[in-house]
């Protein structure tokens, strides 16, 4: 399919990765290789390497802000509410006892490995050891156990960053937790424990057919432009989702669409569902890059995925809902809903 239809869902569903990018890649020395690790937020629970043994897949995330907006001034916190970009990644942890260390691998939804390293535990602290797959540089992160095994298979995770950069506020301060609910694969695969609202969960047999996009409503704080909605609408409306399994019986989506020309477009999708989390997984040509400007273009193809969160499911209708903050003004929560209906 072409492209322009990834880019008009982009600009619609992953608005939320700018948040989460900035309140996340942004850290100082804190995740930087050879740094003491900060005081842990919760008291230490002399948590051993053994167990964390297991494969471990997050069902929840949530992001807690706290801006210092001039020096001397009294935070603001700004309350987390559920993101779902973690949805479905999932981290092994095993001893390998060739190398005799505690190694990881971190793999997202699309089962790309994000992190490969070693680690090591103390107090209720884990030191991630591992090599960038982006930079290529040696790195140490660190994150804290809250909770394992209150709840049989069930770990409650944190992840500090301070001195977060905003564009829209170069001298305030930014303090960000991060907090993960994870269940143990072998133990608890499908518990969901702990959310509230609960998930509307959905599996494929559900989505099988024909689904179409009737609209779209972006609200800013309480705020609403009925302009852009109606913009927005027009470009995403008559989007065709057909779900069925392919010839190797793996769940999938035909999307077809218009593109930029008016010509209408197809393409195919592998999915992956994870509770209320429908995943679109497509490849994207890349090109290689080449100084010479008469050289014919090469390409390669890498897998991308977009998502919808189901909310408000009934027989023939659902709703696919994102939320994040709004950068120029943290105290306002921006929702997008695209409304779906089988055809």
């Known amino acids: 399919m072409h492209n322009s239809f990834y880019k008009t869902m982009k600009k619609l569903i992953p608005l939320i990765l700018l948040a989460i990018l900035s309140f996340a890649s942004c850290v100082n020395n804190e995740d930087e290789p050879g740094a003491t690790p900060p005081d842990p937020p919760l008291k230490p629970t002399d948590l051993k390497e053994d167990e964390l043994l297991g494969t471990w897949e997050t069902y929840y995330m949530s992001k807690?802000?706290?801006?210092?907006y001039y020096a001397g001034a009294n935070p603001d916190t700004y309350p987390s509410f559920r993101l779902i970009e973690y949805d479905g990644y999932k981290t092994s942890?095993?001893?390998?006892?060739?190398?005799?260390?505690?190694?990881?691998?971190?793999?997202?939804?699309?089962?790309?490995?994000?992190?490969?390293?070693?680690?090591?535990t103390k107090g209720n602290c884990i030191t991630y050891d591992w090599k960038s797959k982006w930079t290529g540089e040696d790195t140490t992160t660190y994150q804290w156990i809250g909770e394992i095994g209150h709840t049989p298979g069930i770990l409650k995770r944190y992840i500090e960053y301070s001195n977060?950069?905003?564009?829209?506020?170069?001298?305030?301060?930014?303090?960000?937790?991060?907090?993960?609910?994870?269940?143990e694969t072998s133990i608890a695969p499908n518990s969901v424990v702990d959310i509230n609202p609960?998930?509307?969960?959905?599996?494929?047999?559900?989505?099988?057919?024909?689904?179409?996009?009737?609209g779209f409503t972006q609200w800013i704080g309480v705020d609403t432009s009925e302009e852009f909605n109606k913009k927005q609408s027009e470009i995403l409306k008559?989007?065709?989702?057909?779900?069925?399994?392919?010839?190797?019986?793996?769940?999938?989506?035909?999307?077809?669409g218009y593109d930029e020309y008016g010509k209408w477009v197809e393409s195919e999708n592998l999915i992956e569902i994870v509770d209320d989390v429908i995943y679109f997984i497509y490849d994207e040509k890349v090109v290689v890059p080449n100084t010479d400007p008469d050289a014919e273009k090469e390409f390669y193809?890498?897998?991308?995925?977009?998502?919808?969160?189901?909310?408000h499911k009934a027989n023939n209708t659902f709703r696919d809902l994102k939320t994040y903050r709004d950068l120029r003004d943290l105290s306002k929560v921006v929702k997008e809903e695209i409304y779906i209906q089988r055809k």
């Open 64 to 68: 807690e802000i706290q801006a210092q």
């Open 93 to 120: 942890y095993f001893y390998d006892s060739e190398r005799e260390e505690y190694r990881f691998t971190t793999k997202n939804v699309i089962d790309s490995i994000i992190e490969d390293g070693t680690y090591s």
């Open 164 to 183: 977060v950069k905003n564009e829209y506020f170069p001298n305030a301060k930014f303090f960000v937790r991060d907090f993960f609910l994870e269940r």
């Open 198 to 214: 609960e998930k509307e969960m959905v599996d494929f047999d559900y989505l099988l057919g024909n689904w179409e996009i009737t």
């Open 238 to 256: 008559g989007t065709l989702f057909t779900f069925r399994r392919n010839e190797k019986n793996e769940p999938s989506c035909t999307i077809g």
């Open 301 to 311: 193809l890498v897998k991308e995925s977009f998502n919808f969160r189901v909310t």
